[in-house]
């Protein structure tokens, strides 16, 4: 069943659980995702960024195919639109959600970008996540942790004056691999939290922030936590596993990294309490 992202993190917001955002990057980890979706009948959130495929519209297309006839709820998401470009091609590509991202501007530069992508996506039944304060790099960790981080006060603001539909926010998470110990500043979550009422909250850079900070997180106001480099890590992982064996089955290559993907993944839909939550 095709949804919208807001349909899915409002019942999330309402019923206190978190829906894991996996970028997916090909058919394969696609696929996958929904069959991890299915399987725990969990609505699910796909990810999917702009340079992640030669031809968008077509992959865009393939996996709106497949969320058709699932089971569950399943909304496809542009992750990180950051130019004019990007915006248009995810229209055109017909997602059913679009990050802006203009989370390198200044807050009035922020607001006014994002207040037009919504206006249009709004006309277009389509839901769209901005970013404020910045999410840095995980590899650049002890400066990106502690900068930029969300104003709870500029957050209310921000979705008042844009009519966003949910909001990333920056509270000590990083991209990527992190150089150094993740720290979440939960006080700052659970303000940010009160102060944005009923609109949902958007975690980036899940990898290696820790079972017990991402469910705290969850408990604490974040209804949408996106994860990459650790399910293509857990695929990498099983496949050398799978490897080890010189007498491997070449069937079953591309099923071996596909099989270590989902079992991370089905980790965190079980620990953000997604599981069951589908609605027909
Ligand atoms: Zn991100």
Redesign the pocket.
Known sequence: MLVTMKEILERAKKEGYGVTAP?VQSEDTARAVIEVAESLNAPMIV?VNAFIHPDLPWFVGFIRELAEKASVPIAINL??GKTYHDIMLGISSRFTSI?V?RSNLTYEENVQETKEVVKMCHCLGITVEA?LGH?GQGENYEIDGVSNLTIPEEAASFIKETGVDCL?IAVGTA?GRYKGVPHIDFERLEAIAKACGDTPLVL??GSGTGDENLAKAVRNGIQKV?L?TELVVAGKENLEEFMKDSNFDKWKLMHAFIEGYKERLIHYVKLFGQENKAWK
Do not use: P
Request: no cysteine; aromatic share 0%; hydrophobic share 30%.
């Open positions: 970028n990810d992750d990180h990050m991202d970013e999410v990333a991209h980036h850079g996106n990459a």
